[in-house]
């Protein structure tokens, strides 16, 4: 982790700043950040860090070639016990009714199917020309730059609650997803045998997309995780969430650093800031991904401007695999 000099970095007028504008930490946290503020895992220092700009990270140049179609729905889902809605949106020079490979795309806490993705529309992340790799970010092992522009995949995004897609007494998202998103993305033609499926998430959504790949070796193709939300154990989950896992057993069945050598034989990307609070745990999970998956650290916290820094090169690691 980055040195940080407390005495260089906690003035007056910063500890002032955190008494006096607790809604403002409120706004710079974001969809994913916003549980970390509410369930006390973000620090007053990570605040602070916010509060001053210190955890920016800065924003790639992002380019999109113009998008191709997409179309919102709702389902009910017997999973879920509620009725969900639903985003496709297919890149461009394609439409509905063509056979494509296809990304299912998981939400942070506090997101829906609308803002899956931090710094863009499922219609432009599947239009995107990524330039390449945010410079700061150190890969393990190194890996190539991005093409210019996505090989065409679809993508859909799904409400999955804030029960961080395992499954709960009377709500579960990871059946839903499996049992119902997918086979209706599939009567579409998208992720129909032989194109395959790859799944992304950023926070929540990328501890989800990690679980799917564990629980579903044969489905998923690919994995890509943006600041997955990790932790190391059950009590320190609790402490953190009390509603993120049902039971000590549902966080040992689920816990996907135990059950990581489930990832094998596929492409996986996992990425994390420096200062995020979960990245010990992605630390931890690094280090027992099986061979050959990717590993990227970078200067950044758990907000917005780190996933949207992360979010072009992990879609451009996800399209590379599913061509």
């Known amino acids: 982790m980055t040195p940080n000099g407390p005495g260089s970095r906690w003035s ?50 992002l380019a999109f070639a113009p998008p191709g179609p997409s179309a919102d729905g709702t389902f009910y889902s017997a999973a879920r016990r509620r009725t969900v809605g639903y985003t496709i949106a297919y890149p461009p020079g394609h439409r509905p009714g063509d056979q494509l490979p296809l990304v299912v795309v998981l939400h942070a806490y506090g997101g829906n199917h609308a803002h899956a993705l ?19 970010a150190t890969a393990l ?40 998103l997918i086979p209706r993305c599939q009567r579409l033609g998208l992720g129909r045998p ?13 501890y989800g997309a990690l679980l799917l790949a564990e629980k579903y070796p044969r489905l998923f193709a690919a994995v890509a995780a943006v ?34 050598a489930a990832l094998g034989g596929r492409p996986v990307r996992v990425a994390s800031g420096y200062d995020d609070p979960f990245y010990p745990g992605v630390r931890t999970l690094a280090g027992v991904l099986p061979a050959g998956a990717v590993a990227v650290f970078a200067p950044g916290c758990h907000d917005g401007s780190f996933f949207t820094a992360q979010e072009p090169p992990s879609l451009a690691f996800l399209a590379s695999h599913l061509a």
């Not at 931090?118 to 700061?136: F, I, T």
């Not at 065409?152 to 119902?180: F, K, L, S």
């Open 227 to 260: 600041s997955p939300a990790v932790w190391t154990s059950y009590p320190q989950a609790r402490r953190a969430n009390p509603d993120a896992f049902a039971s000590a057993a549902a966080f040992a069945a689920d816990d996907v650093i135990t059950h990581a």
């Open 118 to 136: 931090a710094g863009m529309s499922p219609a432009q992340a599947v239009a995107l020309k990524p330039g390449g790799r945010p410079q700061s």
């Open 194 to 206: 032989p194109r395959r499926i790859a799944v992304m998430g950023t926070s929540m959504g990328g």
């Open 141 to 180: 092992p190194p890996t190539a730059h991005p093409p210019t522009a996505l090989a065409p995949m679809a993508m859909v995004t799904v409400d999955g609650g804030d029960g961080y897609w395992n499954p709960h007494p009377g709500d579960d998202p990871m059946a839903m997803v499996i049992g119902e």
């Open 12 to 61: 007056r007028r910063r500890v002032l700043t955190l008494g006096l504008a607790p809604a403002a930490a409120l706004a710079c946290a974001g969809i994913g950040g916003a549980e970390l503020v509410s369930r006390g895992v973000l620090p007053g220092r990570t605040l602070l860090e916010k509060l001053d700009g210190a955890c920016s990270v800065p924003a790639p140049p």
